[in-house]
């Protein structure tokens, strides 16, 4: 491993951990187009070696915003555990799936993940106008499905949950935004942990690049969590949006040019 491509690795994981602590979305927008674009990895190898990085990284992360009460569970729960279950069958499709597929579908949820995050706002939320059921079952049934759909593009693409569960959080249980951040990266975490399970049998993890991606991960976690309450969240969450889709849209035109 030459020296560039430490300092390329650390200078990707400063930026993770950026995205992570100050919005919540996973790193894997980030490492996998980096992965595939820059390391000359392939799409199984990138996603799998993401997934390490976004289990160390959300957990020091979310470690930060539960000292803060920014982490709320109770209800997320069934997310969680749903997305549990879904990531297994997610990453077992991955595995059957052609590089140039995953990374095509890779591409377009990257797009509309940054279409989805430039949709959101900045309005705090009451829980209480979430949406409930009368029966506490279906609402458990429900969010149930909701976690296992997330689970499976979690395995599938290689998210440990980011955009997808904090919109969830926020739409549908209408958390404050503060404590949606905080609670979906513990729900990242948890999922992308199951989903690297997943990569790992499969031996698409690249451990040496991940660890280096990391280091630089956490330190950007570590300083980015303590001034998320700070940070302009509206004009930060229109930044990287906007690198979502672009990222999303160079992935395709390689794709094209091959």
């Known amino acids: 491993m030459t020296i560039w491509i430490v300092i390329g690795a650390i200078f990707v994981g400063l930026i993770t951990g950026t995205v992570t602590s100050l919005i919540g979305a996973s790193g894997v927008s980030v490492v996998v187009p980096a992965l595939t674009l820059f390391f000359g990895l392939n799409p199984h190898i990138s996603i799998g070696t993401s997934l ?3 289990v160390i990284t959300s957990l020091v992360v979310a470690i930060s915003y ?4 920014n982490v709320r569970l109770k209800e997320s729960l069934w997310i969680t555990v749903g997305s549990i279950l879904g990531s297994q069958l997610g990453s077992h499709w991955a595995g059957i799936i052609s590089d140039q597929v995953l990374n095509s579908i890779f591409a377009i949820v990257l797009i ?5 995050t ?3 706002k900045e309005n705090s939320f009451d829980s209480s106008k979430g949406v409930h059921f009368k029966n506490v079952y279906w609402q458990t049934l429900a969010l149930l499905l909701i976690g296992f759909i997330i689970g ?3 395995g599938l693409v290689g998210a440990g949950g980011g955009v997808m569960v904090l919109l969830t959080i926020i739409f549908i249980l209408h958390y404050p935004m503060h404590e949606a951040v905080g609670t979906s990266t513990v729900i990242m975490a948890i999922t992308a942990l199951s989903s690297l399970v997943g990569y790992t049998r499969q031996g698409n993890v690249d ?3 991940g660890l280096m991606i990391t280091i630089g991960a956490l330190v950007a976690g570590i300083i980015g969590s303590k001034f998320a309450n700070e940070v302009s969240e509206k004009k930060l969450n229109k930044i990287v949006a906007i690198i979502f889709i672009l990222l999303g849209i160079l992935m395709i035109a390689m794709k094209f040019m091959h």
């Open 152 to 154: 499976i593009i979690s």
């Open 118 to 120: 430039l949709r959101r």
């Open 66 to 69: 539960f000292r803060h009460g």
């Open 52 to 54: 390490l990085v976004d």
């Open 112 to 116: 509309l993940s940054g279409i989805a």
């Open 207 to 209: 451990w040496k690049i």
